[in-house]
């Protein structure tokens, strides 16, 4: 048998679906598992939304189009930019993509070479690691979880910049914290990377999903034509996880080489899946503010419970819909917490070393499920916290 690359040794994978997969073996064996491991909304995609695909499709709407994404899709993600958040890209710097998490892949190679460094979020998303070690990026993290929670420490980015820093990953909302960072930390961080040349790769996929602050985006301060490349998606705000819907809005250069990669990889976006995002955009939103209404009134719920457990501390979340408990108290590392949980309660959720260094001696919890599993999870959690005193 031939021997696989080299290269594919890099491949980390996203540990989140391993859980899901242990969990899914513990429901084969009759146990009920509680799923908090995936920001995956337990809400239905809105009815309207799921109609203009079925009417694409009818229409037979299901060949190639475009890698580009369809013209109309394009100029609707570009009205909606120009609403929240101030301008107007031009199609130029628009591309669809075939969900958000692959935005990521798409910007790092078109902007990082192999050796090149990536100031990341820590705690951050899973699949900013992943996708740098692939390509054979450098991640150097930095701190996201500090006394006040919504900061970047500007000395700690001064410090860590070098010669080959090429990019600066910002994620707000976050995940797995929930922190918004405001416009004045925002401010300061475009600033910064103005002064050292950098690409700002601004993840906006939890911006529809902030309760009690403002959303800003980076992408304002350049309208994305100088070197911020705004990333977002319709899997969280519209309930379209399986979908594979997202877009990328940046310099027109860099958007053209994004295009000829998924071009190559990809071919294009599925046309009436394209539909579908019209209508999620320009169509009846009550059901979509209803569902982040339904969003915040679960969170309150779920801090409000959790703040019960005696040596569980846990910080208010402002937007998307995880929280991140601080379980150091409790003796285990954040893996040995979340695995035993899982055995021995059935409630499954990510530990906080999945998200890096910093994220150790916390846990990861997704409120996208109803607010009876959640309110059950907590008692689970409970008679789990009890157990290990």
């Not at 705000?237 to 958007?255: D, E, K």
């Not at 402002?318 to 035993?340: C, H, M, Q, R, V």
Request: with cysteine; proline share 5%; charged share 20%.
């Amino acid at each position: 048998m031939p021997e696989i690359s080299a290269a594919s040794q890099a491949y980390l994978g996203q540990a989140m679906f391993q859980i899901v997969d242990r969990a899914r073996e513990l429901e084969q064996r009759g146990r009920d598992v509680i799923h908090l491991e995936l920001g995956d909304p337990d809400f239905d995609t809105p009815s309207n939304i799921k109609r203009a695909a079925i009417r694409a499709i009818e229409a037979d709407d299901t060949h190639y189009v475009s890698s580009w994404g369809l013209h109309d899709f394009r100029l609707s993600i570009a009205r909606a930019t120009m609403k929240s958040r101030g301008f107007h890209p031009d199609l130029s710097q628009v591309l669809v993509t075939p969900g958000a998490n692959v935005s990521i892949y798409y910007a790092m190679a078109t902007t990082l070479d192999i050796g090149d460094e990536v100031l990341v979020p820590d705690p951050g998303f899973p699949s900013y690691l992943a996708c740098a070690a692939a390509l054979g990026v450098k991640v150097v993290p930095y701190s996201v979880l500090g006394p006040k929670g919504n900061e970047i420490g500007m000395e700690e980015l001064e410090n860590k910049v070098s010669s080959k820093t090429k990019m600066i990953i910002v994620n707000t909302p976050s995940n797995p914290t929930g922190e918004v960072l405001g416009e004045q930390v925002l401010r300061r961080v475009y600033n910064f990377a103005k002064s050292r040349d950098l690409w700002v790769y601004s993840d906006e996929i939890y911006a529809r999903l902030v309760y009690d602050d403002e959303h800003f985006s980076m992408a304002s301060l350049d309208s994305a034509q100088e070197r911020v490349i705004l990333a977002n998606g319709f899997s969280k705000a519209f309930s379209m996880t399986g979908w594979r819907l997202g877009t990328i809005i940046g310099p027109p250069n860099l958007i053209e080489k994004a295009m000829l990669l998924l071009q190559t990889t990809a071919s294009c976006v599925s046309p009436f899946v394209q539909r579908a995002g019209i209508e999620a955009l320009e169509g009846d939103q009550y059901p979509v503010n209803s569902m982040a209404v339904q969003f915040m009134a679960r969170r309150d719920k779920l801090l409000e419970s959790l703040s019960s457990i005696p040596g569980l501390k846990v910080r208010a979340p402002s937007g998307a819909f995880y929280a991140f408990p601080n379980i150091a108290s409790f003796g285990l590392t954040s893996k040995e917490f979340a695995d035993a949980l899982l055995e021995n309660q059935h409630v499954a959720v990510v530990p906080g070393i999945f998200f890096g260094e910093n994220g150790e001696g916390h846990i990861r919890l997704s409120f996208a499920a109803s607010e009876s599993r959640l309110l059950e999870s907590v008692d689970r959690i409970r008679s789990f916290c009890r157990s290990l005193h």
